[in-house]
């Protein structure tokens, strides 16, 4: 097992890891599993080791993917554990991908204000960001994760042998989280990506359980300088500006990292007519998502609608835009006040008829 530290806890990163869960919710009377469907036989995993170690259970079934992440869904888990008398000295346990972990980690921080958390994420992209830096939330008709709290976990275990059961298209949309850690912090990880995508894309090789450890490094020394995103914390929203826009678009039934694949070449490009960013690093972001099958347009009529969602972005200010742009590979900087003729020059880079 690795181990990687954030400020106050650890992710470990292994296979065959359920074990790690009792020890993590020790002094708990009672622990609440939260998880959804696909991912029922996981958690059953953790819940039978919960039951072996003498802990009382109350699982919880959530809708399925970005469905769950709704306030309602929390209000009903909020009912549950009050009428399972749920008190400050028991737990809360996300398994899942990253929509149930930003919903367990949401309904662990309000629940008696704050009840302990462990997410253990069954996703690639909640095991390289979800479940790791405490960000937890919910979508509302206003946008995408406008509502949520701050609230790190106190252990984030990172099954690897989960990833077997995980769908394809799954583990590309967690690769476009790992591609932006290359591109805002370590190249190294775009280098093993473009040597061998298959490898990379392989949940038994030896090749995505480094890009899991990198991205987990990237993200916890970021989140662990920076909790809330009074600044630095803000380079892990690369490409999330559009990608945000898009999801909202959608209405949330684009993956979240397909969203962010096209917000990265968005962003690439801003970098680019800015003069911040080499024409050839802001061409290897389309070059590499590809290479991973992520998609890298959005159609051109989108335009007005992706304007105006951005406007609601945590980053802006007022009415002043601010994006995550690139000053160079592995150097991340801030674009302020973008032009409308500058935004409208960047999305041709992503633009289908
Ligand atoms: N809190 C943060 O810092 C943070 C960071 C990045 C993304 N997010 C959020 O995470 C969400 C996206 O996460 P995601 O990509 O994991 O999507 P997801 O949670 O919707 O999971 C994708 C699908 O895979 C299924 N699944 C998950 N693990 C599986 C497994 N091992 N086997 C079979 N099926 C499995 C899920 O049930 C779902 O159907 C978005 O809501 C995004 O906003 C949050
Ligand atoms: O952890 C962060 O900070 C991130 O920005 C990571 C993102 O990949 C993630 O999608 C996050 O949920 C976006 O945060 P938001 O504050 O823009 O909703
Ligand atoms: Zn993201």
Known sequence: MTIVDVKDYAVEIGRGLADRVPVLVKGANQVAV??????????????????????????????????????????????????AAFTRSDAVVGVGGGAVTDLAGFVAACWLRGVRLVQVPTSLLGMVDAAVGGKTGVNTAAGKNLVGAFYPPVGVVCDLATLDTLPGDDLRAGMAEVVKCGFIADPGILDLVEADPAAALDPRGTVLPELVERAVAVKARVVSADLREAGLREILNYGHTLGHAIERHEGYRWKHGHAISVGLVYAAALGRLTGRLSPEVAARHRAILELLGLPVTYPAAAWPQLHAAM????????AMLRFVVLDGLGVPGTLEGPSDELLVAAYQDVVTT
Do not use: N, S
């Open 34 to 83: 939260l998880y959804a469907g696909p991912v029922e036989g996981h958690a059953t995993a953790v819940l039978d080791a919960l039951r072996a170690a003498g802990f009382g259970v109350l699982p919880i079934e959530l809708p399925d993917a970005e469905a769950g992440k709704d306030i309602t869904v929390a209000a009903r888990c909020w009912d549950e554990l009050g009428a």
């Open 311 to 318: 406007r609601v972005d945590k980053k802006a200010r007022g």
